[in-house]
C-alpha cells in the first residue's frame, strides 16, 4: 500500500475507487467496507483509494470538549489497512481551513479536482464541507462526474455501533467483546521507562511503560493476559512522505502478564502500565513495546500487605501460563 501524507504528492490513479473516513479501529465493521471497496475496483480493473484525515476531525472542530480516545493511532491505522491490501492511502491534514470548505467546493476542489475518481462509496450519512451540510443526495447532483455508490445503512449504523462498543469494553475490560469487533487483539505501544524498582525486589521485574500518544485509548484498570514485541521503530515515529507500508505485521514474540492502575497495595495513586515479561531479562529501558492485550483475569485489588500481593501474583501468573497453554 502507497501512503500518501498529503494531496499534493498523489499520482493519477488508474480508475480510482474510493471511500472515505476515519476508520478507527479498522474492525470487522469497516472490513465489509473495504472488501466491498476491493470487489468494485477488480470489477472495473482499478485502484482502491482510501481518503482519510489527521488529526481526527473531532480534534479540530470540537477542540475544546473532553478528549476523544481513539483505537488507533494514525501509524496503526496505516498498518492494519495496508494487510487488508488497499492500494493507495491519502491522508489529509483536518485543519480549521480545510473544514469551512463550502460542501460544493469539498466535492469539486478537493474529490474530483484532486482525485478524479471513477467510483466513490460512501455512506447515506456521510457529512461534509462547512458544518458538515455537504450530504448524500448533494453528491448525486455530481453523479455525471463520477460513479456513487451507497455503502448499505445498516453497514453504516454496525460501524458506529462497533466503534462505540469496542472503546466501552476495552474501558470495561472486556477483552472478549472487544477483540471479538475488532477480528483481532487489541495492542498499544509505550518506551520502556524507569520504575521504582519494587517489582524486581518482589521476583515480578516489569517494564513500565509510558505512552506517547495521549489519544491512544488505554484499557480499563486490571491485570491482564498479554504477549508482547520489543518494537525496533516504533509506530509513532514520523511519517515519510509517499512511503510504502506493507509486508509483515509485528510478530509478538513474549508472553507475559500486565497491570493497569494506581497500586493501591503501596498506596501509589499514579496510573501505571507494568507488564511482567515470562523468560526474559533483557535491558529494554528506552525501548519501544507493543503489548497485545489478550485476556482480562482480575480487577486491581488492595492486599493487606507485600506478602499476600507476590502470593496473588503467583496465581495470576499460573493463570497467564494456563492461558499459553504452558
Known sequence: MKVYNSTDQIPSFQRAVLTIGTFDGVHLGHRQILNQLKEEADRIDGETVIITFHPHPRKVVAAGQPAFHLLNTIEERIELL?????????????????????????IEHFLIEKFH??????????RFGQGRTGNYKLM???????RLLEIPGHVIDENTVSSTRIRQALLDSDLEQA????????FFEGTVVDGNKLGREL??????????????????????????????????????????????????????MMSIGIRPTITDNR????????????????????????????????????????????????????????
Open 140 to 146: 448525486e447532483e455530481y453523479s455525471d462526474r463520477f
Open 82 to 106: 495496508a494487510q487488508c491490501g488497499i492500494d493507495h492511502l491519502v491522508i489529509v491534514p483536518f485543519t480549521a481551513e480545510f473544514a469551512q470548505q463550502t460542501p460544493a467546493e469539498y
Open 203 to 256: 521476583g515480578y521485574p516489569t517494564a513500565n511503560l509510558h505512552m506517547e500518544i495521549a489519544e491512544k485509548l488505554v484499557p480499563g484498570n486490571g491485570i491482564y493476559v498479554v504477549e508482547a514485541a520489543v518494537v525496533k521503530h516504533p509506530s509513532h515515529i514520523s511519517l515519510l512522505p509517499s512511503a510504502q507500508a506493507g509486508g509483515a505485521p509485528v510478530a509478538p514474540t513474549l508472553q507475559g
Open 179 to 186: 477483540n471479538g469487533l475488532l477480528g483481532y487483539d487489541y
Open 271 to 326: 496510573r501505571t502500565i507494568e507488564v511482567n515479561l515470562f523468560d526474559f531479562n533483557e535491558d529494554i529501558y528506552g525501548r519501544c513495546l507493543r503489548v497485545y492485550v489478550k485476556q482480562y483475569l482480575r480487577p486491581e485489588l488492595k492486599f493487606d500487605g507485600l506478602d499476600a500481593l507476590v502470593a496473588q501474583l503467583a496465581r495470576d501468573k499460573e493463570d497467564s501460563l494456563r492461558y499459553f497453554g504452558r
Open 117 to 126: 475518481p471513477h467510483t466513490i462509496i460512501i455512506g447515506y450519512d456521510h
